[in-house]
């Protein structure tokens, strides 16, 4: 099948837009600090009864620049704690000071 590259425009039934209508951008992000990405997805499905794609808050996070205290629970911070990983690679979570400034 041949595309015709000039006929592409944006779409206006996508999941992102349908959140953004629906829910709104600050609803969104509010699940996503007090969820995180993967169960933010579920509730916001449960809230439009329509499945919801994790990637889809992915995108809306990284687009907007949304940023979330991390979890001491993830295998993120604890990296992190133990010098392994650089707190700067995850420009989207917000460690504690102290960890911010010895592993940089």
């Known amino acids: 099948m ?4 000039k006929n592409i ?34 509730e916001l499905g449960k809230m439009l009864n329509e499945w919801v794609s994790f ?17 001491p629970k993830s295998a993120i911070y604890v990296g992190v704690k133990r010098g392994t990983v650089p707190a700067s690679y995850y420009k989207h979570l917000i460690f504690p000071e102290e960890m911010r400034n010895e592993k940089q």
């Open 55 to 71: 990637s889809t808050l992915r995108y809306l996070s990284q687009k907007y620049g949304w940023t979330r205290p991390v979890n």
């Open 2 to 5: 041949i595309r015709d590259n």
């Open 9 to 42: 425009g944006k779409r206006k039934n996508t999941m992102t837009q349908k959140l953004i209508n629906n829910i709104g951008l600050e609803e969104g992000e509010k699940l996503w600090i007090q969820y995180g990405m993967y169960k933010g997805a579920e």
